[in-house]
């Protein structure tokens, strides 16, 4: 069969139906969508020897209700004494509540939602209305040892959220969700782990009028899941935002947290710096709901200042090159770029398809100049702060650039990546729809050790045959920066998936990468953490789990890599 | 009897007797001193009410040898296990190794030993070879619960080096002081915790030399004690150096740290960035010896490029004023000052006689423009990385300086302070020659209760009268800074100063300090630490300590407040 030129697929439009799978492994929005370029539809089909006959009718949908047959274990003296603390309406046990807040974006969970497995479930959903609420919880279930998992945005890709011996999920975003104070003076401000990025981010940008502030503020922290993940859930699995190398990762975002814990509850204080022994505020960054539950956070804040912006874009004639530039920006000390972020050969042509560049007048001018396809580099970025240290580091930036061979794209491709840059998750749905996966790896790196991983991980990705492998760097120290794999691939079986992506861990490893850089590790990368971290440096975290958690009620089964064995 | 204007104190020049008391309290090099400035001398007089008279004879100079009763309690057999491990020449137990090791700068323990006091001492003192015989030693007394103390650089102002229950003090400068490598890719050094300052310095000045490197390099970490600490002891007791400003605390210098402990040998990951949970290269620092022994460092190295270097000093016409404006100055995101340095009245006045400004063109200049004393005050500051980047923060400093009423004083007032910035120790052997004590206390603060603090605590220490009091900000954060408090006080007997000292940590408690910034905790602020951390936060780092050293053999005896019961 030969290919229509026009042959588009009918991508879904279609928001899920309620309370149906779907609707739970669906990205952000429902009724939002971002479509493959046809350019990308092409390159799937060239790559996969797929043809548009394979793209006329979606599979596996998942569109069926959410129907389980898990029982609820907890008795309902238990669940009379849980709604005795929140109230009734903060209580669920409806079937779809207890899988919408048990799964989140991780690819394994979507393959089993559009087949309508469902492995593992909570007894309840509760609500909490404050952190009252979330002491007494925790201390009733301390007490019968339920166990407690924590939902703050979903957008976990690392099994964050599977509850493997049932019991309660709290959902934080459905009351403690707020901006509660913006404190001008120290420049912080005292912000509900519930809260979205959106919301968060609105509320700060508008502290003028709505916290009576001199200045409007920015919360620096933009990763790709910035719509759908909460201010609590960026700091529990250490994340990073696509501006982290000039605003920090969600690590150095953190001023101080208040925490419940089965040891009690307890605020970290706000000194700016202080040298009374190993800092607690910085024990419980990462613990990912293990040793207690966050219910609130003092937040730095940043000035608001969107019209200091500058945009950059810049094609280098190879990888090398491309990384070199990189690592001379970021060791320079004129200041960090907010936004930087470089492609490989390979993520270079598919993005160029993906952004809309592909085929336009700046792609040829760019291939006329020599820059050629699968050698070729992009990088995009911005430069933020003050007006005139913007335009410093831009044009700073420029300059090595340029003495690495890259010719600058001006800002264009930089705003093409800007436009798309929440959106492309949403691809996901689409590609499943017609058997294909689209899933990501990412891993902190020395820079001495760079293309060493990026070779070995892309070598053993590549090796699979009709596998697309793009790869990035997006997050940089001047140590070193972070690498992000994307593959493609054709749909295949859920545990020959599983072996393969087990496969890309073991390559990390193997090649000196961390397994998460920004992702947590959660339950999906807890088999390699006593490998990757040592058995004395994990007897640490388990000290630590012990110290605030004796009964192992907080996210047990296997988070973190702390109780694999039970 | 009047003064005789042209009257100076016979300042000692002699460098202390071998083997004396005054050898081991003495600041910095055997024959360095650094005399009171004749403005200084005056002002002593009169605050004290002292006449030349008092100045003619010093006193409990300490210069008697060392001679102490302690005997050693370990067993001979364990001594000789010891001398296996490590070879004879690096055991010793005489008298003076054992008071000389176990003392460091804290004013008490100048005030005992120029009395001939020693309270406590170890058995034996250890030069350790290398990693290996930390590991032997570790797990030799770990056996044999015999206590393991650690000397650095020896200028702990914080009883950090205190041996309450005697046994082993390790010192790790005499053989394990060695810059191992520097890897020019990632930025980085690999040095062992014994290296003093200047060393580190230098080799990293000169590693195109040294280490083949296509760039000078600098460790961006300079305290006070530059000259006479160590860089492991920089990280154990989380120090700040006069351009953390702009470097960040030894905290955000450490990439990577090899550790020997009872529970074990590990060396963190050098990862820039990763999302592993809580990140045990973090937990350990601030430890202070309490859960093992720093054997290996892998530190940040930044460009060296004095000639980028710019100096700025202002005269304010305010207290408030050189807040706001220093505050505008690192909220401004232009990029951070390197040394950044604000002084409240009483301290411009003294600083200007200690800097020899007072009475020069200058400070004439300053006083006819109405810049008043005892109202006015002084900012000296520096910036440094790229020359574009330097010029530009230099010029955001001044236009904030100038808005805020501040006058330019040129770069002079820096480079004096320059000169004088690691001399300043020297003074208190001077001072107390004479029955004048010169201490400090400093804590880290918001900005939103710096004014509190300062008028809280300043105002506890200027209620004793004859008490001069000195205050600065000198390492400064967005979300805050430090107060440096200095005070100068006519002798007093042991027991009322420690009364009087507790009393200024009690005020800096109740005014919402936090009880050290940058000198550690030690033995000397483990009383404070659980009323400040609280007892959760306490029990969190009890629980590392348990975990670490279930034996509490690792600095015990209070170290960090952890078993103060014992």
Excluded at 94 to 114: F, I, P
Excluded at 276 to 301: R, W
Excluded at 320 to 343: C, L, T
Aim: hydrophobic share 35%; proline share 5%.
């Amino acid at each position: 069969m030969t290919d229509d030129s026009k042959f588009q697929p009918a991508w879904s439009e279609k928001p899920p139906a309620k309370k149906s799978y779907r609707s739970i492994f669906k990205w952000g929005s429902p009724d939002e969508f971002k479509h493959p370029s046809h350019a990308w539809f092409t390159m799937l089909k060239e790559e996969f020897g797929m043809t548009d006959k394979d793209f006329k009718k979606p599979q596996l949908e998942g569109n069926e209700q959410v129907e389980i047959r898990q029982k609820i274990k907890m008795s309902p003296k238990k669940i009379d004494q849980i709604i005795g603390i929140v109230g009734k309406n903060n209580v669920e046990t409806d079937d779809y509540s207890r899988v919408r807040y048990s799964h989140g974006k991780t690819v394994d969970e979507a393959m089993d939602l559009r087949r309508n497995i469902v492995r593992q479930v909570p007894d309840i959903v509760v609500h909490p209305r404050n952190k009252k609420d979330v002491q007494k919880i925790v201390e009733f279930c301390n007490q019968g040892k339920v166990p407690v998992y924590v939902y703050g945005g979903g957008s976990s890709v690392t099994f964050g959220l599977q509850t493997p011996k049932g019991g309660v999920m709290l959902v934080m975003g459905t009351h403690m969700n707020k901006l509660l104070s913006v404190n001008e003076i120290n420049q912080t401000a005292v912000v509900q782990p519930g809260m979205m990025g959106p919301a968060y981010e609105e509320a700060l940008n508008e502290a003028p009028e709505r916290f009576d502030t001199k200045l409007p503020y920015t919360c620096g922290h933009f990763p790709q899941s910035f719509e759908y993940s909460s201010v609590g859930g960026w700091v529990v699995t250490l994340g990073s935002g696509q501006a982290s190398t000039y605003y920090g990762d969600a690590y150095h975002l953190v001023v101080s947290q208040e925490y419940v814990t089965p040891a009690g509850t307890f605020k970290t204080h706000d000194y700016p710096g202080t040298a009374t022994g190993p800092k607690i505020n910085d024990i419980m960054k990462g613990s990912e709901g293990a040793f207690g539950i966050l219910v609130e956070l003092t937040m730095k804040i940043y000035r608001y200042a969107p019209e200091n912006r500058q945009r950059f874009a810049y094609m280098f004639p190879s990888w090398e090159a491309a990384v070199d530039a990189s690592r001379e920006v970021v060791q320079g000390e004129f200041g960090m770029p907010a936004i930087f972020r470089i492609s490989d050969p390979e993520e270079t042509e598919v993005g160029l398809k993906l952004y809309g560049i592909h085929g336009t007048p700046i792609d040829t001018l760019v291939t006329l100049r020599g820059y050629k396809p699968m050698e070729r580099c992009l990088c995009v970025g911005t430069a933020e702060g003050e007006k005139g240290f913007a335009r410093h580091v831009r044009d700073q930036v420029a300059k090595i650039c340029k003495h690495h061979g890259a010719m600058t794209l001006t800002g264009f491709a930089t705003m093409r990546w800007e436009k798309t840059r929440y959106k492309e998750p949403y691809m996901r749905e689409d590609l499943m729809d017609y058997g294909i996966i689209i899933d990501t790896v990412e891993s902190g790196v020395t820079w001495d050790n760079l293309h060493r991983l990026h070779e070995g991980v892309r070598a053993y990705i590549k090796n699979r045959p009709q596998t697309i492998c793009m790869t990035h760097a997006s997050h940089f120290y001047p140590q070193g920066t972070n690498l992000y794999f994307i593959f493609i691939l054709k749909m295949i079986e859920l545990d020959e998936y599983r072996k393969f992506h087990k496969g890309i861990i073991d390559s990390i490893l193997k090649h000196g990468g961390s397994i998460s850089h920004h992702h947590g590790v959660g339950k999906l990368f807890s088999p390699f953490m006593e490998k990757h971290l040592g058995k004395e440096q994990m007897a640490v975290l388990r000290a630590l789990k012990n110290h605030f958690d004796p009964k192992n009620i907080m996210n047990p089964g296997g988070h973190l890599g702390l109780d694999m064995d039970i």
